[in-house]
T-cell receptor, first 117, second 117 residues
């Protein structure tokens, strides 16, 4: 079974500063994909960034970057120059091939990030 | 691109009523759609995976007769909560993907808040 653990239920950061959200996972799969989604108060799930497990290079998307450590099964998200609009619940997610043509997402419990002015 | 529309966004109904929730991919063909349930301040729990033209695959513990899923076209999947009771009150979110390789992310709808009186 695949599990995703986010050990920080809540975090806060000052506007313009940098914050890192932690995520670890457990799997016996060799090919998989990792994602960070954000869910603002509006409740819509928004894809922030994704990483293929076979790629060693860490993914980056503007102010968002990840530190992917495959051996340690760690996938942290760094947000630089935090903005008020970054306030949201952040979910780490693991995607794996579940059979046939299907892939399943397993989510962590989330980290509530608050950006303070 | 990759917009998923979910309707209705909020529904309140009496116990015993059946409620249908629609999930549409507006600008792409979704070979696979997923239905999730989210309780307050908790993560998303996968209920079922729906492939176009096939019967849905339900997760363990999800009653298929209670939560009817139909994926009749490449752009529409519906979830019908039959004979809904207060314990079915929750936030339901659909997602859609073009399927195929696992690096195709899931695109989420805005969710439906279901309240059963």
């Amino acid at each position: 079974a695949q599990t995703v653990t986010q050990s920080q239920p809540e975090m806060s950061v000052q506007e313009a500063e940098t914050v890192t959200l932690s995520c670890t996972y457990d799997t016996s799969e060799n090919n998989y994909y990792l994602f960070w989604y954000k869910q603002p108060p509006s409740r819509q799930m928004i894809l922030v960034i994704r990483q293929e497990a076979y790629k060693q290079q860490n993914a980056t998307e503007n102010r968002f970057s990840v530190n992917f450590q495959k051996a340690a099964k760690s996938f942290s998200l760094k947000i630089s120059d935090s903005q008020l609009g970054d306030t949201a619940m952040y979910f780490c997610a693991f995607m794996y091939h579940s059979g046939g043509s299907n892939y399943k997402l397993t989510f962590g419990k989330g980290t509530l990030l608050t950006v303070n002015p | 691109g990759a917009v998923v529309s979910q309707h209705p966004s909020w529904v309140i109904c009496k116990s015993g009523t059946s409620v249908k929730i629609e999930c549409r991919s507006l600008d792409f063909q979704a070979t696979t759609m997923f239905w999730y349930r989210q309780f307050p301040k908790q993560s998303l729990m996968l209920m079922a995976t729906s492939n176009e033209g096939s019967k849905a695959t339900y997760e363990q513990g999800v009653e298929k007769d209670k939560f009817l899923i139909n994926h009749a076209s490449l752009t529409l999947s519906t979830l019908t909560v039959t004979s809904a009771h207060p314990e079915d009150s929750s936030f339901y979110i659909c997602s859609a993907t073009t399927g195929g390789a696992g690096n195709q992310p899931q695109h989420f709808g805005d969710g439906t808040r279901l309240s059963i009186l």
